[in-house]
RNA sequence: GCGGCCAUGGCGGAAUGGUAGACGCGCUAGCUUGAGGUGCUAGUGGGGGCAACCCCGUGGAAGUUCGAAUCUUCUUGGCCGCACCA
């Protein structure tokens, strides 16, 4: 490229031309759109799950904000009224954390964090509409969110329960899980207790029909997160089984059970019962042992995980309780794997039909009666071994039940037990309701104050917001807002005699269940305003698979509540959800279990690594999630000083499929940051004179309305990385298109760039400048339209097969008839050499695509 | 433990049940360049063959089908969630 004109071969500065058409952006208020939709406007609300501020921003921040991005810019291009806003999600407990570790106010920390990352995230080019941000942490949002949790108080959702947190008794603190390492407090170290707590809960079962039905309705969400929700309500058919005591204890006549298989009563072995069910408690009153193995059992905390998988134990509390239908006798257990928020909180064991009551019945010694077996099974020697047979089969051993399938058996087991009075069948949800109490400072406070006459009185509407105290004292363990010397104490608003204020803070996820409806009205005087909510639902949500379950089902309960209370136009907070993966990267463990940085590290050409410091070999972990932890972060703020932020953007969307979790490599940076060169200089060396080689032209015309096709298709269903390939593919077209004639190169050219905008959208704004000097901004352009006509192919390749292997292609007219099709094909030097000279059975022929010969 | 998902060349991946490996990274060879973290050209799943071609191949095993990466069953490995991390 001697010849080139002086400069046109300047390598394109994303450092200089990235500012500034953020600028012109700005100026130009492209993402801005009104508070109210207007009438006839096709709206379009594109949201990110918003960030907790950390202080930086990570790779994970940048795939999701990217791939969000890459939809409002494709949409407004599409003609729709994009919104697309930016918050914070800035309560929870790591700004404590740096209050007691560092001495700093967790709201000082806060806002300087999202100050930090507010730069960071303007520097990546998103289309976002600043002038919508807020903070949750901001009184004027958790004000507003004060006046909602009073609104669900009217409307009978709020509710005050007992529940067991974890409890350091060391550092005299409520523990979340993840603060519970091996069943120890993270600091302390002392082994954690379960403590019982007073607390407000939202009434979400209430809504657990609801919520399970509507998921059928949420047609542009992932499968799978539907699936999980679903199992999460969990919503099953069963029994509750009274088991009479054989004898009272302290008063208590009978036990009552919850079970999705009461075809298989005649198979019980034990009764157990959780480690907080009454009858545990009235046995550790009796012996020493039982409270001891309870005790045991409140050490392993609340996780639920942690309780599932630790080995099966339990205790024998001597009480015995009499079979419904047999009056048969049966032991009283404690068990460590009975969960007393499910169900009653009490199980009839069956050994032979569950795998987790066999294998308790193995340890323990007791008795493994069979009541199903197999179809075709002979009921004289069937017997289960070491696993549970919890298919369809036959019932036997079972008196009437005899010979019922599980279907029937359910069905006359439970006409019997009310028959018996002994039972019904119930419907059982999993689903429990929502904790929302903390015992901390940062988060919003629950309005409610306590008074010894009055109760729970809620702070009334002209005391509102009750705003955290700022001189907190974070040096005593605890919840500095219970030890604030003046805060707690105000009369109460009903009697004027001296309460105390609620001193537990919101659980951060109520921040996040509404803060989508927020962002339509931030700056409202009410939490919701009616008219600017006609922006929801979202219509579309990205974010983290990890979110799944629990954050996207608190959205929708609030919504759910929320509009049922005519606060909101629609049941459903996001029509549209997407999940991304996680942003991994390589890690190097050093047999002794440091992790070192890639910079200690040697590779080899066979891809060993030795640490360069010793010569002693390291592990290569295959892609981890990026973690301080592991050394294996990758600052995104070095790679867009470094490539920019086009190429940052550009490499994370052509990596891989977005649902999947990516791996970070320098030479794919660099691979994009190549590309993003590679379409300044396609741009910037056009050579302006026409070469009018009209079937070049036509074949580069025809490249690149297929490109427009495509990548349309691949940028609306979010197949990302193909959308990617497809401008390659334009641009190698475009490349070998030097003989086309002029005017076919700059419709490519502009093609590439407004296809591309979405992804690179600086550098599409830059290159359009030079391209079509004047032309407008293209964050303002319409998406461009393929011509049908070029889409068009005079011929096809039919791929020919014999017995269902390629043997051969052919080269057709796109409207050849089948009859000719099959000569052509059974013509083919390597078709016939495949037949052997067998006559043809029969011909399979799938248009455009393929010929099948079976012989 | 329970629930959910994923698996394709050296690597990331593409492929309405219809030519497996598009596109990119990496690598190899050549050219270009004063230089290269530059550009261009060609090649690149494994095996056999001078070639035409042939055989094998989508974590593993079996099945459905004219035809399976794709559907079904079982299995192995990895990841996500499990209610107080966000």
């Known amino acids: 490229m001697n010849d080139m004109p002086e400069g046109a071969s300047a390598r394109y500065d994303f450092a200089a031309a990235e500012p500034r058409w953020q600028s012109a952006w700005e100026d130009a208020r492209c993402f801005a759109v009104p508070d109210v939709p207007p009438a006839g406007a096709r709206k379009y609300y594109v949201l990110e799950m918003f960030p907790y501020p950390s202080g930086k921003i990570h790779m994970g921040h940048v795939r999701n904000y990217t791939l969000g991005d890459v939809v409002a810019r494709y949409k407004r291009a599409r003609g729709h009224l994009v919104m697309h806003p930016m918050g914070w999600d800035a309560f929870g407990l790591p700004a404590e954390n740096a209050a007691r570790e560092r001495g700093v106010h967790p709201g000082e920390w806060t806002y300087a964090n999202i100050a930090a990352m507010r730069a960071e995230l303007k520097r990546m080019g998103l289309s976002l509409e600043w002038d919508r941000e807020f903070a949750t942490c901001d009184p004027e949002y958790y004000g507003q969110q004060q006046r909602l949790f009073l ?19 060391v550092d005299g603190t409520v523990l979340a899980n993840e603060q519970v390492i091996d069943g120890r407090g993270w600091r302390s170290g ?12 939202f009434s979400i079962t209430k809504f657990a029909p609801d919520l399970l039905a509507a998921l059928d309705g949420l047609d542009r969400w992932p499968e799978r997160v539907k699936l999980m929700q679903a199992n999460w309500i969990g919503r099953s058919e069963g029994a509750r089984v009274r088991f009479a005591m054989a004898e009272a204890v302290d008063g208590v006549a009978e036990v009552e059970v919850f079970t999705t298989r009461p075809d298989t009563l005649f198979g019980m072995s034990f009764l157990a019962v959780a480690a907080e069910h009454p009858l545990a408690a009235a046995a550790a009153a009796r012996d020493p042992k039982a409270a001891a193995f309870i005790a045991e059992c409140r050490a392993l905390g609340t996780s639920e995980a942690a309780i599932e998988q630790a080995e099966k134990q339990g205790f024998d509390t001597g009480f015995r309780v009499c079979h419904p239908f047999t009056g048969q006798e049966y032991p009283v257990w404690i068990a460590n794997f009975v969960l007393m928020e499910y169900g009653t909180g009490a199980i009839f064991g069956c050994p032979c039909g569950d795998q987790r009551d066999l294998d308790f019945a193995r340890k323990y010694g007791l008795p493994v009666p069979q009541v199903v077996m197999p179809r075709g099974a002979d009921p004289a020697t069937f017997a289960v071994g070491t696993e549970a047979f919890t298919d369809d089969g036959v019932i036997i051993n079972s008196a009437f039940l005899d010979g019922l399938g599980v279907a029937e058996g359910k069905r006359a087991a439970i006409a019997e037990l009310e028959r018996l009075g002994a039972g019904q069948g119930v419907t059982n949800w999993r689903l429990r309701d929502w904790g929302v109490s903390r015992q901390r400072y940062w988060g919003c406070p629950i309005p409610v104050i306590h008074c010894d006459g009055c109760g729970a009185v809620p702070v009334p509407d002209d005391q509102l917001p009750v705003v955290l105290p700022q001189d907190v004292d974070f040096s005593r363990p605890g919840n500095p807002l219970d030890h604030h010397p003046t805060w707690k104490h105000v009369p109460c608003p009903r009697c004027a005699k001296p309460a105390r204020r609620e001193t537990d803070t919101c659980d951060t996820f109520v921040d996040s269940s509404w803060y989508f409806a927020r962002f339509c009205s931030p700056r409202a005087q009410q939490p919701i305003l009616r008219e600017a909510a006609s922006w929801l639902p979202v ?3 990205i974010g983290g698979i990890e979110h799944a379950i629990l954050h996207l089902l608190y959205a929708r309960f609030f919504t759910r509540a929320l509009h049922g209370m005519g606060a909101l136009p629609t049941p459903e907070p996001f029509a549209g959800l997407f999940t991304q993966g996680m942003v991994t990267h390589a ?5 002794d279990g440091r992790w070192l940085y890639p910079g200690e590290v040697s590779l080899d050409a066979e891809g060993n690594a030795t640490e360069t410091a010793t010569g002693a070999a390291v592990a290569i972990g295959r892609g981890e999630k990026m973690s301080k932890s592991k050394n294996n972060t990758v600052d995104p703020g070095a790679i867009i000083a470094r490539y920019g932020a086009d190429t940052a953007r550009w490499f994370i969307l052509s990596d891989n499929p977005p649902e999947r979790d990516m791996e970070w490599s320098e030479s794919g940076v660099q691979g994009a940051f190549r590309f993003t060169q590679r379409v300044w200089r396609l741009v910037a060396n056009l050579a302006e004179v026409d070469a009018p080689d009209e079937a070049a032209g036509r074949k580069l015309r025809q490249a690149t309305h297929r490109a427009i096709a495509a990548v349309t298709d691949a940028w609306e269903g979010f197949a990302f990385n193909v959308a990617v390939a497809r401008l390659h593919e334009l641009a190698n077209a475009i490349a070998d298109a030097a003989r086309a004639p002029l005017a076919a190169r700059q419709e490519a050219l502009e093609a590439l760039l407004r296809l591309a905008a979405p ?7 830059e290159a359009m400048a030079r391209l079509r000097p004047g032309a407008a901004l293209v964050a303002t352009m319409p998406w461009p339209e393929a011509d049908p006509a070029l889409l068009k192919a005079e011929t096809v390749t039919l791929a020919v097969q014999v017995l269902g292997k390629l043997r051969a292609t052919i080269e057709v007219p796109a409207d050849a008839d089948e009859a000719t099709i099959f000569a052509l094909a059974e013509a083919e030097e390597n078709v016939k050499r495949a037949l052997d000279g067998k006559p043809v059975r029969k011909r399979i022929h799938v248009p455009g695509r393929v010929v099948n010969l079976v012989a």
């Open 539 to 541: 219509d579309q949500y």
């Open 151 to 169: 609104e669900f108080m009217r409307a009978g959702l709020v509710e005050r329960k007992e529940s067991w947190v974890n409890w350091d008794p």
């Open 587 to 591: 890690s190097f463990r050093a047999a």
């Open 190 to 201: 002392a082994p954690v207790e379960k403590k019982k707590l007073s607390q407000w809960f």
């Open 759 to 765: 992804a690179m959208p600086h550098l599409a704004e």
